[in-house]
């Protein structure tokens, strides 16, 4: 068994579809070799990777923290929709050092930091920092999350179907996997929230808005999912296996979902995780512009636009949330980037 | 070669009707199927609070209680030929291609989304001279001297690039490099033709920070793609075969690596003429990303269907420019088509 000579090269890359191609082969050769699956494997280099695994403990971290929201929100802070207004000076709108005393000219440039309020609180509403960014990670994630979950649906569906069928239906599929890259998503994603009316298949509200956005994210980014797995495909539905089961007279939709689907997972997990930051980064976005997650609802993006006008005064407003953006979209770059080169032969025992 | 134009042409076009019909689809059925009726969709298109005559009014004029085939006939004509609205006694003309009539401010769309596309197009050029020369070099660097400090630097800088929103980037620009510690003016667009210089300093930060998100996916892309060339058997022959390093890092290893970048190129410099929504909130800078936005603030439907009209059109045009550029840049598109 022969060690890893050095620490997977995070952008140590090839030619994505190649990489991992190469994987599921070196899969059975090594696994016949050594006894070790393809997994045990990367598990192993992955184990040996710091960077990768403190991101991805952040990544843990991060998503245990938006579940237990309410939890943290209850133990270290205050409801994120509650109002602290003792803390603000009025004619100012900032939160004070010294409530007991109110003075304009005795703001605080860091929010008012305290025990009870850990990133201080809002200007203006004085509503606790710390708990609206906890809460801002559930919606995040969700966003996220479930868009990536349709990106991978759809971009599975068609490239598998593309790459195993080939001829006009792989044509079709690949001019559309075109057209829809020729989209400007942010345009139509604002274009969308703007036509699309209150109440549609009984969502309303912030549920519609989700809704809206992940139907956006699915919907134009499937391609890039869908140009791996077709890829995958291509070379898989050669392979012998592949011909036994066509030979024992196994159902095309037997040998595409039994068959080669399952050597398709680790690909697509991997691709998956790269997707998930930058769906965070869009949602962020839309909120920031205004047509994302509507308040009172905590949302990183809408904290920052409402930091705008105070970035001078009130800087640790912008910070937090920016940084809660930053931290969580570079831990699951890190983690996604590790895990790639895990699974990547290529940069290989 | 001839062959490859007709055909890449022919692609492009077909990619344009595509769209063209896609944003019909959205801003025109997708409504109807959620349940709109042509008077509520009349009320997105006319802004403001209208009165019932005036709604009514508007379903007639632009044809909303027609059926959907119907309507995007009108929609395509328009585009093509112009069109005419009718207000009581008043006419108005819409000459094509007629993006849409605003009925907010009283006039066709082109007209003012041409007013702001120069600021777009500052914007837009400008970052990507910057993102696309930064990018590749420091990629190239990283590749050439793998391991090293500067590589581990350059990459680690790249990371949090493409992590970092660019309105928190941006406005920490702003907080620091202008307010803070005043290196540039706060000022609005100035017109490149009527003082450059002004123009410059307005426009340099705006291009350093859209371009800083971009570069660094360059940078990563680049990189990955000449490590990987460089592993091949030719790249050991050029220089087996004496060639300085210099030329074989350029003329043989970054060549092939160029190919897909100039792809996402196109992609990304026509997604930026469209409207570089964030950065020209960030900066205040009054292009057509900011025309969307004030659009969409506004209920101002028309324009927001123009811009992404526009905004598509771009990406189109973009990429059928790097298409015809493919054979320059590779030979076997040439021999191929």
């Given at each position: 068994m022969s060690a890893p000579s050095h620490a997977p090269d995070s952008a140590e890359?090839?030619?994505?579809?190649?990489?991992?191609?190469?994987?599921?082969?070196?899969?059975?050769?090594?696994?016949?070799?050594?006894?070790?699956?393809?997994?045990?494997?990367?598990?192993?280099?992955?184990?040996?990777?710091?960077?990768?695994?403190?991101?991805?403990?952040?990544?843990v971290l991060l998503i245990l923290a938006a579940i237990c929201a309410p939890l943290l929100a209850k133990w270290f802070g205050a409801p994120p929709t509650q109002f602290?207004?003792?803390?603000?000076?009025?004619?100012?709108?900032?939160?004070?050092?010294?409530?007991?005393?109110?003075?304009?000219?005795?703001?605080?440039?860091?929010?008012?930091?305290?025990?009870?309020?850990?990133?201080?609180?809002?200007?203006?509403?004085?509503?606790?920092?710390?708990?609206?960014?906890?809460?801002?990670?559930?919606?995040?994630?969700?966003?996220?999350?479930?868009?990536?979950?349709?990106?991978?649906?759809?971009?599975?569906?068609?490239?598998?179907?593309?790459?195993?069928?080939?001829?006009?239906?792989?044509?079709?599929?690949?001019?559309?996997?075109?057209?829809?890259?020729?989209?400007?998503?942010?345009?139509?994603?604002?274009?969308?929230?703007?036509?699309?009316?209150?109440?549609?298949?009984?969502?309303?509200?912030?549920?519609?808005?989700?809704?809206?956005?992940?139907?956006?994210?699915?919907?134009?980014?499937?391609?890039?999912?869908?140009?791996?797995?077709?890829?995958?495909?291509?070379?898989?539905?050669?392979?012998?296996?592949?011909?036994?089961?066509?030979?024992?007279?196994?159902?095309?939709?037997?040998?595409?979902?039994?068959?080669?689907?399952?050597?398709?997972?680790?690909?697509?997990?991997?691709?998956?995780?790269?997707?998930?930051?930058?769906?965070?980064?869009?949602?962020?976005?839309?909120?920031f512009l205004g047509v994302g997650i509507n308040p009172p609802t905590p949302s990183w993006g809408k904290m920052l636009s409402d930091a705008v006008p105070l970035y001078e005064n009130a800087p640790y407003f912008v910070v937090f949330p920016g940084l809660a953006i930053f931290v969580t979209v570079l831990a699951f770059n890190l983690f996604g980037d590790g895990l790639r080169d895990a699974f990547d032969p290529k940069t290989s025992d | 070669m001839l062959n490859y134009i007709l055909r890449r042409l022919g692609a492009g076009l077909l990619l344009l009707a595509v769209v063209t019909a896609v944003t019909f689809w959205i801003f025109y059925v997708l409504p109807r199927w959620a349940g709109v009726t042509p008077r509520g969709m009349a009320a997105m298109y006319v802004g403001k609070a209208p009165t019932p005559e005036a709604l009514d009014a508007t379903v007639e004029r632009l044809g909303l209680d027609q059926p959907v085939a119907m309507q995007f006939l009108e929609f395509v004509r328009g585009l093509l030929l112009g069109q005419e609205f009718t207000f009581?006694?008043?006419?108005?003309?819409?000459?094509?291609?007629?993006?849409?009539?605003?009925?907010?401010?009283?006039?066709?769309?082109?007209?003012?989304?041409?007013?702001?596309?120069?600021?777009?197009?500052?914007?837009?050029?400008?970052?990507?001279?910057?993102?696309?020369?930064?990018?590749?070099?420091?990629?190239?660097?990283?590749?050439?001297?793998?391991?090293?400090?500067?590589?581990?630097?350059?990459?680690?800088?790249?990371?949090?690039?493409?992590?970092?929103?660019?309105?928190?980037?941006?406005?920490?620009?702003?907080?620091?490099?202008?307010?803070?510690?005043?290196?540039?003016?706060?000022?609005?667009?100035?017109?490149?033709?009527?003082?450059?210089?002004?123009?410059?300093?307005?426009?340099?930060?705006?291009?350093?920070?859209?371009?800083?998100?971009?570069?660094?996916?360059?940078?990563?892309?680049?990189?990955?793609?000449?490590?990987?060339?460089?592993?091949e058997d030719y790249i050991r022959t050029a220089r087996a075969k004496g060639l300085s390093e210099r030329r074989v890092i350029f003329k043989h290893a970054l060549r092939p690596t160029l190919t897909p970048i100039v792809t996402i190129f196109g992609l990304d410099v026509g997604l930026v003429l469209g409207g570089a929504i964030l950065t020209e909130t960030v900066f205040s800078l009054n292009g057509i990303g900011a025309y969307a936005i004030d659009a969409i603030v506004g209920k101002d439907l028309p324009v927001v269907l123009g811009v992404t009209l526009m905004g598509a059109v771009f990406i189109v045009v973009c990429n059928l420019v790097v298409d015809l550029l493919y054979p320059v840049l590779d030979p076997r598109v040439r021999i191929a088509g």
């Open positions: 890359q090839a030619e994505q579809t190649d990489a991992v191609n190469v994987a599921t082969q070196a899969r059975e050769v090594r696994g016949d070799s050594d006894n070790r699956s393809l997994r045990q494997i990367a598990w192993q280099r992955l184990r040996k990777d710091k960077v990768a695994m403190v991101s991805g403990v952040v990544v602290h207004q003792d803390l603000i000076e009025p004619s100012t709108g900032l939160p004070m050092k010294d409530p007991a005393n109110p003075s304009p000219f005795d703001t605080d440039p860091w929010g008012a930091i305290s025990a009870e309020h850990l990133l201080g609180v809002e200007p203006v509403t004085g509503r606790d920092l710390f708990s609206r960014i906890v809460y801002g990670a559930q919606i995040s994630l969700l966003v996220a999350f479930l868009s990536t979950v349709l990106c991978v649906v759809l971009g599975t569906l068609l490239g598998i179907v593309a790459g195993y069928k080939g001829g006009w239906i792989d044509t079709v599929i690949s001019r559309a996997m075109d057209v829809f890259l020729a989209f400007p998503l942010m345009l139509f994603a604002i274009a969308l929230v703007g036509v699309i009316p209150e109440g549609v298949l009984g969502l309303t509200g912030n549920g519609l808005r989700i809704g809206v956005i992940v139907f956006i994210i699915g919907f134009f980014n499937w391609p890039y999912i869908a140009r791996i797995v077709r890829g995958q495909t291509l070379s898989l539905r050669e392979r012998e296996f592949v011909e036994a089961a066509r030979s024992l007279g196994a159902s095309n939709r037997h040998i595409l979902f039994r068959e080669i689907l399952p050597n398709l997972v680790t690909p697509i997990i991997v691709y998956s995780t790269l997707l998930i930051p930058t769906n965070i980064l869009f949602e962020a976005a839309l909120s | 009581g006694r008043e006419t108005v003309e819409c000459a094509a291609p007629c993006l849409g009539y605003s009925f907010t401010t009283n006039s066709p769309v082109l007209p003012q989304l041409l007013d702001r596309l120069p600021v777009t197009a500052s914007l837009a050029f400008g970052a990507a001279i910057i993102w696309i020369i930064g990018g590749v070099a420091v990629g190239v660097l990283s590749a050439v001297k793998k391991g090293s400090f500067f590589d581990r630097l350059a990459m680690g800088t790249a990371l949090v690039g493409v992590s970092m929103p660019i309105y928190f980037t941006g406005l920490l620009a702003l907080a620091f490099l202008v307010h803070k510690w005043e290196l540039f003016p706060v000022s609005r667009y100035v017109p490149l033709s009527e003082d450059p210089v002004a123009w410059f300093q307005v426009m340099f930060l705006p291009w350093v920070t859209l371009a800083f998100l971009h570069a660094a996916q360059y940078a990563r892309q680049t990189r990955a793609g000449m490590l990987e060339v460089l592993g």
